[in-house]
């Protein structure tokens, strides 16, 4: 069965600290990962995705993610956390022909000023 | 670009009626939309696929009576929660892509903000 998992309920991060979301997958086939941040009572916002060429992908809001094919990861980063960066994160792969996404349980990053 | 609009955004309604959630593309055309639901502090769970102009594809578990999906644009998908009952009561998400891609596995979902359902 495929999967996407996100070992981290919490992650706790002093504003202007760098910031690591970790996310694993089990996957048949190729990967194709995304990240999404969800604010409270909102819908999600697309951060960016992996698809394949390089394994650092750049995408909004100063976000980065790290492919690594031998380790199954996809780990969100950015250099320097913001106060507003505080919110719920997704990882999640598209699993299927229909475009259906596999999500993560998703990772509550607090960050404190 | 890439937005994704929900209408109402929260609605209160009494046991026994229905209710119509909207979800819109605003500006690009959506070959497939996703329905969610979120309980607090969890995951999304996928109710439904629905590509324009066919029947929806349920999940397991999902009542698609319960839960009627109509697709009828390549802008617009609603979802009606017949004969809600408070256990219906939920947080609501809609999602859109379009096919540009290599596969649909590829393709990018756009979100909704979400509709807050509380049934009394």
């Known amino acids: 069965a495929q999967s996407v998992a996100q070992p981290e309920d919490q992650v706790n991060v002093a504003e202007g600290n760098p910031l690591t979301v970790k996310c694993t997958y089990s996957v048949s086939g190729n990967p194709y990962l995304f990240w999404y941040v969800q604010y409270p009572n909102r819908g999600l916002q697309f951060l960016l995705k992996?698809?394949?060429?390089?394994?650092l992908v750049k995408g909004s809001y100063g976000f980065e993610a790290e492919f690594n094919k031998s380790q199954t990861s996809f780990h969100l980063k950015k250099p320097s956390a913001l106060v507003s960066d505080s919110a719920l994160y997704f990882c999640?792969?598209?699993?299927?022909?229909?475009?259906?996404?596999?999500f993560g349980q998703g990772t509550t990053l607090q960050v404190k000023p | 670009g890439a937005v994704v609009s929900q209408h109402p955004s929260w609605v209160i309604c009494k046991s026994g009626t229905s209710v119509k959630i909207e979800c819109r593309s605003l500006d690009f055309q959506a070959t497939t939309m996703f329905w969610y639901r979120q309980f607090p502090k969890q995951s999304l769970m996928l109710m439904a696929t629905?590509?324009?102009?066919?029947?929806?594809?349920?999940e397991q578990g999902v009542e698609k009576d319960k839960f009627l999906i109509n697709h009828a644009s390549l802008t617009l998908s609603t979802l009606t929660v017949t004969s809600a009952h408070p256990e219906d009561s939920s947080f609501y998400i809609c999602?859109?892509?379009?096919?540009?891609?290599?596969?649909?596995?590829?393709?990018?979902?756009?979100f909704g903000p979400g509709t807050r359902l509380t049934v009394l």
């Open positions: 992996y698809i394949t060429g390089d394994n």
């Open positions: 629905s590509n324009e102009g066919s029947k929806a594809t349920y």
């Open positions: 999602s859109a892509s379009s096919t540009g891609g290599p596969s649909r596995r590829t393709d990018t979902q756009y």
């Open positions: 999640a792969h598209g699993s299927s022909n229909t475009g259906k996404l596999i």
